[in-house]
């Protein structure tokens, strides 16, 4: 079978070794500190109104309750695989968006680099062998956008895998992604932290919190960022964000939030790199066998240009209020006014034997690659919604409630704007192994396609979790969803999928789709848990989710082999789940183990005779997944998962290159962990390692690229030293090893992403 892994070629690398290992080296021979970095945690000290409170010694990656009013049970009671990633744990890694705070849990990842002529781009994730980048949620509410969303005000990622659609309304049939944001306490604390690291990163960020009265507060959380990529030419993520936030009432029986967050970025988006050169690769031409053993490109290579931009401005209004009527009634209710637009140009390219120019067979130096499909993007995503929410506990003889139930009106709306090549403008061929980005001459512009897309939604949910004595519990959650979608777009004839042109030039903007569609949608969850002990559960849960046509983007398609298509039913999966949660060493460190199943169905299959599509199609994903986070002792903490992964279509197309029943862009198995430990002289030193094993890429009429990518081994070590009470320094090593692999691959297997090489970053932590 081919496959795809990846080689060493000497490239040049901004990095810190001998500097950094000085510095530490240094540091371990100061003298010991009085408080360390709270990311990793020694000994520190806040005062809160008045009241001096001792923190934990080490880091505390174990968080013991969701954030959201509708889950009524400690994450120990609840009947499903849950992970939650805390801030202590991110920024020990020193993480910075949330695909990379992802990699605490295990088969979560962005592995699918994007269709042919497109590149998928920021949080492009994958979860149980399903595409998940619509279901991210920040504060419970969903964030629609193709962006990278950045941690700098996030206090913690909860990831929610099995079916979500009761919790959240429509979502991936295996599992939804929440980021929690900070948000004001009582009491003042100010801290920043500074980083340089390989490739010329720069970030800096400030957290400054003050109390304005005995049950108010204000926060503000800032975050400016320039850097480039390690391993990776041209290509840059720069950004800036402020978030302030005020609470009103702490303490009280009524607490009012106010947040507000602004994000700008503008970024250089990665295209990626030829797949020409890896093992499993072979001549797309048969009458240039040369082209089988090609030299593999150098991995930093750039094949954009000068051109190429991603701009974001995301802009997100929160206001929430909360209030007890007594200690077994209380009142939630969140506003949530956002919008994000992104505007990028990407230079893609399709390694075609028609793309691929050899003038000189024996000499690589004149072949040359097609920039063949420049990819364009300006969409605007807008949602305004409001969730109430009623949480009570009450008796009914011998059996204890605890009910969640409320409603939710939504608004969300997605206008895309068509942008080309203008005036017969074409991209310039790159050299295949010395590509040039300095292009000038390009004319782009709009196109006069366009698409709007607007969905109303209304939803009802209740959720109770019923207590039999001590040992035995019921939860159960059922929710409806009204939706009404309207869809209008403008589109260019003659491309794949659009009408035909007639008598006008190909390219023309003509109608596209023009309708309206709406549906109830009905979702429910049950699972029976067995307390043996206070500590320990174990538990059985069944779960339903639906997503309809258009759901994870707002865009519908008139294409009768589309997803999107209005006129097909709903996506459907149901998930079994049989699992057991344990706390143990005095509640410090918390044991999960489930065996799972999802099936999917209404997937479209095309008749072979009739070349009609049907929704008959059936896709299973079914495994183990194992996690354990928390304390093994005062100075030692740890966060570590596994979970197998066996996904693979029960019934219709094969959507795997090598013709398997495998669901691509999923490996078997998946392994990550992270450990810290404070040594008695005040160093913390940690590291973990992560595990993906092979993956299969979609199939695709391609010819002679590889149908896979490798397992791969990543590991990354990380020190932490206090200089005095106000200011310590953190060092990450990432790559340790410098091992060469693919991080992600496209559809057509022409083109991959390059895994991090070796690199570092060094972090200076400020705090008052």
């Not at 892994?5 to 000497?10: L, Q």
């Not at 060092?731 to 091992?739: A, G, I, P, S, T």
Request: with cysteine.
């Amino acid at each position: 079978m081919a496959h795809i892994t990846s080689r060493k070629h000497p490239v040049s690398r901004n990095t810190l070794g001998i500097a950094t290992a000085t510095l530490m080296t240094g540091l371990a021979m100061t003298q010991p500190a009085l408080a360390a970095d709270p990311a990793a945690d020694a000994t520190t000290t806040k005062n809160l109104a008045g009241v001096q409170v001792q923190a934990s010694t080490t880091s505390d990656y174990k968080v013991d309750n969701l954030s959201s009013p509708k889950v009524t049970q400690p994450i120990l009671d609840t009947t499903q695989t849950i992970s939650v990633i805390s801030k202590d744990l991110f920024l020990q890694q020193g993480a910075t968006t949330l695909t990379e705070a992802l990699r605490n849990s295990p088969g979560v990842g962005t592995f699918y680099v994007g269709e042919n002529g497109t590149t998928s781009t920021g949080d492009a994730i994958y979860m149980r062998g399903f595409d998940t980048s619509g279901s991210i949620f920040v504060d419970g509410v969903r964030d629609l956008g193709t962006i990278s969303r950045d941690v700098f005000n996030t206090e913690s990622v909860e990831v929610v895998k099995g079916p979500a659609s009761t919790d959240n309304g429509r979502t991936a049939p295996t599992g939804a992604i929440n980021m929690v944001s900070k948000q004001p306490e009582l009491g003042n604390a100010v801290s920043a932290s500074l980083s340089y690291g390989s490739a010329d990163q720069r970030r800096a960020t400030a957290d400054w919190n003050q109390g304005i009265s005995d049950t108010s507060a204000v926060r503000l959380n800032v975050m400016g960022q320039d850097s480039g990529v390690p391993g990776r030419d041209k290509v840059q993520n720069n950004r800036w964000a402020v978030a302030p936030s005020f609470a009103f009432g702490i303490g009280t029986a009524t607490r009012v939030y106010l947040d507000y967050m602004h994000v700008k970025q503008d970024n250089v988006p990665d295209g990626g790199v030829p797949t020409i050169g890896l093992p499993g690769y072979s001549s797309p031409d048969p009458k240039r066998p040369v082209l089988t053993n090609a030299l593999e490109v150098d991995s930093s290579n750039f094949y954009g240009t000068t051109a190429d931009h991603d701009h974001v401005t995301a802009d997100m209004f929160t206001a929430r209020i909360e209030h007890d009527f007594n200690d077994r009634l209380a009142f939630h209710n969140t506003f949530r006014w956002g919008r994000t637009t992104e505007d990028y140009l990407l230079t893609s390219f399709m390694g075609t034997a028609a793309n691929l120019l050899t003038p000189n067979p024996n000499d690589p130096s004149t072949w040359t690659i097609a920039r063949s499909n420049p990819t364009f993007k300006h969409q605007d995503n807008r949602i305004i919604t409001d969730q109430a929410n009623l949480t009570a506990s009450f008796e009914t003889g011998a059996i204890t409630h605890n009910l969640s139930t409320g409603i939710e009106l939504t608004q969300e709306k997605a206008n895309a704007t068509g942008y080309g090549a203008l005036n017969g403008t074409t991209w310039p061929a790159a050299n295949l192994y010395d590509p040039n980005w300095n292009v000038s001459g390009l004319i782009v512009g709009q196109n006069g396609a366009y698409s709007h897309g607007k969905t109303n939604t209304a939803s009802g949910y209740v959720f109770d979790t019923l207590k039999f004595a001590e040992h035995w519990q019921v939860n159960a959650g059922v929710r409806l969803d009204h939706y009404n979608t309207d869809y209008a777009s403008m589109v260019q004839c003659g491309a794949k999928g659009a009408p035909t042109c007639g008598s006008l030039p190909t390219g023309s903007a003509v109608p596209g789709l023009d309708t309206k569609t709406g549906d109830n949608l009905w979702n429910w969850k049950l699972g029976v848990l067995y307390k043996p002990a206070p500590n320990g559960s174990f538990y059985v849960n069944y779960a339903v989710s639906a997503e309809p046509p258009g759901g994870n983007t707002l865009t519908l398609s008139s294409a009768a082999n589309s997803a999107d298509n209005p006129n097909l039913q709903p996506q459907r999966a149901r998930t079994y789940e049989v699992g057991t949660k344990w706390e143990l060493l005095d509640e410090k460190i918390l044991l999960t183990g489930a065996l799972y199943q999802t099936t999917v169905s209404n997937d479209l299959v095309q008749d072979p005779v009739t070349l009609l599509y049907y929704q008959i199609g059936k896709k299973r994903v079914q495994g183990v997944e194992l996690s354990a986070v928390g304390k093994l002792t005062e100075h030692w903490a740890v966060s570590a998962g596994f979970t197998t992964m066996n996904a693979s279509v029960l019934s219709g197309t094969s959507v795997a290159q090598d013709g398997s029943s495998d669901l691509a862009y999923t490996p078997k198995k998946a392994f990550t962990s992270w450990t810290s430990y404070l040594l008695p002289f005040g160093l913390t030193i940690g590291g973990g390692a992560r595990y993906n094993g092979d993956m299969q890429r979609g199939v695709d009429g391609a010819i002679g690229t590889p149908a896979y990518t490798k397992a791969y081994w990543v590991v990354d070590a990380m020190a932490s030293y206090p200089i005095n009470k106000h200011v310590d320094l953190r060092l990450n090593l990432y790559n340790l090893l410098d091992k060469d692999y693919v991080a992600a691959i496209n559809k057509s297997g022409y083109r991959y992403t390059p895994g991090t090489p070796r690199s570092a970053m060094i972090t200076a932590n400020v705090r008052f």
